[in-house]
């Protein structure tokens, strides 16, 4: 489904990524685990054409997106959580939902899928008509994730939807992860700094160091990966 070949981005004249390699087929969770300034995020900008690679080529459903401007690729089918959520916060629940299908025409299409939101998240129900600001971190992250839904993705790229959250609360939004990809059979590209919940949840991993990747492999052999254990799973 997305193919990321040779990616070299550049920030200035720092380059951040360094010839990256990845793929992600139909179906599938695969995250990309590594340190702090590994490049984790400037990936998932790349592919959603935020910050554009200078060389190399990205692939979405065999098709090159990499000179795409970021709006024609969430058309296409790919929709990005950024870090830090970014919810509108004096919009209410709904509308920040209704945001996230501003490109769509189905109204009727819409209305049920906010409803299978609603499923899924039944404290966003709740606090439909609420603003997005009064919202604790756990609820933004699950209206950011939610948001991104509203526009029926093929491929949801996900950045540390872990972070500043309440271990329970993580956990909550990891299996409703799982869910999204296993009932709305909906690709799953997770970048995350928790190694080991985002390895108990995907297919397959990258490690990234330094703007490459040093590793990839099955999710479960990762797990048991003697260097992966030491330097990322705290063993
Ligand atoms: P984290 O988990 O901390 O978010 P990351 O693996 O996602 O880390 P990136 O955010 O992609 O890493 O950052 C990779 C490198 O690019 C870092 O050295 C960072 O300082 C640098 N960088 C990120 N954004 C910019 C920017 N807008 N301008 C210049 N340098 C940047």
Redesign the pocket.
């Known amino acids: 489904m997305l193919e990321l070949r040779n990616i070299k981005t550049f ?1 200035g004249n ?1 380059q ?1 990524l360094k010839e990256i390699n990845i793929r992600v087929s139909e179906g599938e969770i695969i995250t990309l685990i ?1 340190a ?7 990936t998932l900008m790349s592919v959603c054409g935020i910050v554009p690679p200078r060389s190399g080529e990205i692939l979405f459903m065999n098709r090159p997106i990499n000179n795409m401007s970021a709006d024609r690729i969430v058309s296409l089918g790919i929709s990005q959580v950024p ?1 830090g959520r970014r919810i509108f916060p004096y919009l209410t629940v709904a509308e920040n939902l209704d945001m996230g299908a501003f490109l769509r025409t189905d109204k009727e299409e819409i209305k049920k899928d906010m409803e299978y939101i609603f499923g899924l998240f039944p404290i966003l129900s709740e606090r439909r008509n609420q603003p997005g600001g009064t919202l604790s971190g756990g609820e933004q992250q699950m209206l950011a994730i939610s948001r991104a839904l509203m526009a029926r993705p093929r491929l949801l790229l996900l950045d ?1 939807p872990s972070l500043g959250l309440a271990p329970l609360i993580v956990r909550q939004i990891f299996d409703i992860i799982k869910k999204i990809n296993t009932e709305n059979k909906t690709t799953i590209f997770l ?1 995350e ?1 928790n190694a080991n919940l985002a390895l108990k949840v995907a297919h397959r991993g990258y490690v990234m160091e330094n703007g490459q990747i040093t590793l990839e492999d099955s999710a479960e052999n990762l797990l048991s990966n003697e260097a992966v254990k030491k330097a990322y799973l705290g063993m």
């Open positions: 920030y720092i951040v590594g702090n300034g590994a490049g984790k995020t400037t870090e540390e970048v700094q």
